[in-house]
């Protein structure tokens, strides 16, 4: 490898693939986590949707997890992606974080645990995973500027451990995070790139600056920072020759960086995906149905047999419009033809049985543009905008290029069809029919990168002009906030709409635009509550949208909105035997279910949603999930409750270790529904523990459980240290009216502490609690260590 080649290695090609050089294939890249997002070749392509990482942390299932993982890894080597930017390991730190549905929960070791299996599967298909964002990435307010003050017990107990769980298990790649960590940026941090990752951990794999998130050269390349991202260089490239030609770097330092980046493609670039883990509906199901978590169900109203009731009234706005994922840069494309909620529970009880209610419009920041094609451009496409590329301004002029696309959100990185890149001014049109089937004032919405323009039939109706610079792209980008004006509509009179775009030259661009109904909230009440009142049993499906969790921003409050609100208060006191179906993804008020007789969680549980939820009223699968995370009765009971940085742009991660359940602990208040809490169908009490310490400082548990019931159920035993801190768990079935024992290996890593001269290994009498949450530990097992 020649000084030339090594300065190429360690610089994207381009948005999306590393260089090649003669032995050395390019790899490419794709965002992740809940399927295959941006990067792909042809980012239009249909792709697996699975569950959110909060649902599959939900699941508590590794085997589950791993399955799910293979599947997403075959996704990719089909759309020949080399490596995915997953998964997430950050920690909901709080329950207002606006990328909480990519975590795997609040605890270090679940979402260390869960990773791995996640990562363990995409790897078995012949794809990197590369494990993100390195490290204390918990909030997106200012992210690519906050400190995360923190303590170094803090730092490698709680936020580092399930990135050196990625690496022990062989990740491809860790990728740098945008923020600082004690006034360090991350991706400049010796501490942590060098000394803890290579020295400590023994790492092998490359190390990723996050997209756009270098930030130096001599100091990011001399503190670990093996990639930057994307290409064409903004601080390596040019400015490492010079440093190396200077004495600033060592060659030999660059030679090694780009050795692992050689290696990882290598090791990943192309190659064939192996076998599938299995049939993919029954696997997305299967893990969605696994994912939700029942917190009450009384007089056992769950599961409702098909021909036990006369009517189910489905009532709420994410019945008809549910959340299956969040907005970020890794939002997927899912298949067009997935069994909608309404229309899975009409099939398993009958159309006659399920009557349905939005009771409120699902309000999405950004709604839906339901439209036809303006022109034939000979794809069979029926539905969706004709979008058309410009060279310029006039866009009088014949497109350069064209194409269908049924999205309200349109995003390009690195270039567009018949422009190529970004690098002169252009323009883009997204023109459709829209009939509407109301009569009144919409809401019609637009927002981009640049100068935008709305047209309702060939007249202007709305314009703004701006310019962007490049720097600013991507925030605006990830925000994606719009502009709103009220047009009035007549139901059943087609429309043309056109939302134009006028860019800069940039390094990504986007247009994003929708449709907003009128609708009259008080009628739409009525008739939810008069429909709730006659039915003899109701899930109220209440929640967020899809922009409800975007790149960038944390949200204010973890309520509901008001109108989901006085919605539940009003179907609840019409019919109490309501199931309150929450599609959130994270800790939210549970206020929203009271007096409701059942409450169960459905996070965003991807494209197998209608199928999982029906199989779940009917009883065919059990709700199994367990909470991966803490519910307040108050907001002020959480240790953290936002983390908006101070004047000084520092986040203070004041409570140490005490994050989630072990804060709750630690203070001694008890939430409304503790970390681990969840029931099935079946019952399930825990009987006797016997415990065996190991050589290497882990532990083997044995617990002896039974289910009392009629029902087969599954019991996820949980194992915790006398601080609170979660030290192991396993899920096992447990049959009707049997008894099983239960297996929980307790890792080394779950009992060691850190200390001021490093990690000390348990000594001595060493006191581990069991049982079926935080706040519910019946047995207790003393080990003695050496």
């Excluded at 022990?168 to 940026?185: E, F, I, K, S």
């Excluded at 860019?503 to 008739?527: D, I, M």
């Excluded at 581990?768 to 706040?775: D, F």
Aim: glycine residues 12%; proline residues 7%.
């Amino acid at each position: 490898m020649t000084r030339e080649d090594a300065i190429e290695l360690t610089v994207g090609r381009d948005m999306w693939t590393t260089a090649a050089i003669s032995d050395v294939p390019s790899a490419r890249l794709a965002d992740g986590p809940m399927g295959v997002a941006s990067g792909r070749v042809d980012e239009r392509d249909i792709s697996v949707l699975s569950p959110a990482p909060v649902a599959l942390a939900a699941t508590w299932d590794t085997a589950l997890v791993m399955r799910v993982g293979s599947l997403i890894g075959g996704e990719a080597k089909r759309q020949k992606v080399d490596l995915i930017l997953a998964p997430n390991l950050n920690l909901q730190r709080t329950p207002t974080g606006g990328r909480a549905f990519e975590l795997f929960g609040e605890d270090p070791l679940l979402a260390g645990t869960l990773g791995v299996a996640w990562i363990e599967g995409v790897q078995s298909r012949h794809v990197g995973a590369v494990a993100k964002h390195l490290v204390c990435n918990d909030s997106e307010t200012a992210r690519d500027r906050f400190s995360a003050d923190i303590d170094e017990q803090a730092l490698r107990e709680i936020y580092l451990l399930p990135f050196e769980m990625a690496a022990r298990a062989g990740c491809a790649g860790l990728m740098a995070a945008y923020n600082r960590v004690n006034g360090t940026h991350c991706a400049e941090h010796p501490h942590l790139l060098t000394e803890i990752v290579r020295d400590d951990w023994g790492y092998r794999g490359f190390t990723i600056s996050d997209w756009f998130g270098t930030v130096s050269t001599v100091p990011a390349m001399r503190a670990g920072l093996d990639l930057e991202m994307p290409g064409p260089a903004r601080f390596y490239g040019a400015k490492l020759a010079e440093a190396i030609a200077s004495g600033d770097i060592p060659a030999a330092t660059v030679d090694t960086a780009a050795r692992r980046v050689a290696d990882t493609a290598r090791r990943f670039a192309g190659g064939d995906a192996g076998a599938e883990p299995g049939d993919r509906d029954a696997i997305l199901t299967e893990a969605a149905a696994a994912s939700f978590v029942l917190l009450r169900n009384r007089g056992d109203l769950l599961p409702i047999a098909p021909g036990s009731i006369r009517t189910l009234a489905v009532i709420g706005p994410n019945a008809l419009a549910p959340c299956l994922q969040g907005g970020t840069f890794a939002k997927v494309s899912p298949r067009p033809d997935a069994v909608t909620p309404l229309d899975a529970l009409r099939a398993a009880y009958g159309a006659e049985v399920v009557r349905c209610a939005p009771g409120c419009d699902p309000s999405p920041r950004l709604p839906a543009m339901p439209a036809m094609p303006v022109r034939d451009l000979g794809d069979g496409a029926t539905r969706g905008l004709t979008v058309d590329y410009f060279a310029g301004y006039d866009f009088t002029v014949p497109p350069l290029g064209s194409e269908t696309r049924a999205t309200n959100s349109l995003t390009w990185f690195g270039g567009m069809p018949g422009l190529g890149a970004f690098d002169k001014a252009g323009g883009v049109r997204a023109s459709g029919l829209v009939t509407p089937i109301q009569t009144g004032l919409h809401r019609l919405h637009i927002g981009g990168t640049g100068s935008v323009r709305l047209l309702v039939d060939g007249a202007e109706v709305f314009a703004a002009d701006r310019r962007i610079a490049p720097a600013d792209i991507m925030g605006v980008l990830k925000g994606g906030d719009s502009e709103m004006i009220e047009i009035a509509l007549t139901a059943g009179v087609p429309v043309r709409i056109d939302a134009e775009l006028r860019f800069e030259p940039a390094r990504a661009q986007g247009l994003w635009y929708g449709l907003g109904a009128p609708g009259n909230p008080e009628t739409l009440l009525v008739e939810a509550e008069a429909l709730a009142r006659q039915a003899d049993a109701v899930l109220l499906v209440l929640g967020e949208t899809a922009d409800s969790g975007v790149e960038s921003k944390d949200r204010d409050t973890n309520a509901l909105p008001a109108d989901q609100q006085r919605l539940a208060a009003r179907v609840i006191a019409a019919n109490p035997h309501v199931v309150v179906a929450v599609n959130v993804a994270h800790a939210f008020d549970p206020a929203i279910a009271e007096g409701a007789d059942g409450l169960m969680v459905v996070w965003y549980p991807g494209e197998a949603f209608g199928p999982a939820l029906a199989n779940v009223l009917t009883g065919r699968r059990e709700p199994s999930g367990r909470l991966p995370l803490t519910i307040a009765a108050d907001d002020r009971d959480y240790p953290v409750f936002d983390a908006i940085p101070d004047a000084e742009g520092r986040v203070h991660y004041a409570e140490g270790v005490g994050i989630g359940h072990r804060g709750f602990t630690a203070r001694n208040i008890r939430p409304a529904h503790a970390f681990g809490s969840g029931l099935g169908y079946g019952g399930v009490t825990l009987d006797a523990v016997q415990g065996t310490p190991s050589p290497d400082g882990g532990a083997r548990l044995d617990v002896t459980c039974t289910n009392p019931g009629e029902r087969d159920t599954n019991a996820v035993v949980q194992v915790y240290r006398d601080d609170g801190a979660l030290a192991g768990f396993a899920k096992a079935p447990v049959g009707a009216g049997t008894t099983a024992v239960i297996a929980v290996t307790i890792d080394p890593l779950a009992l060691r502490r850190w200390c001021d001269d490093g990690w000390q290994r348990p000594h001595g009498r060493l006191s581990l609690h069991v049982g079926l949450s935080s706040t519910d530990l019946p047995l207790a097992t003393d080990l003695h260590f050496d």
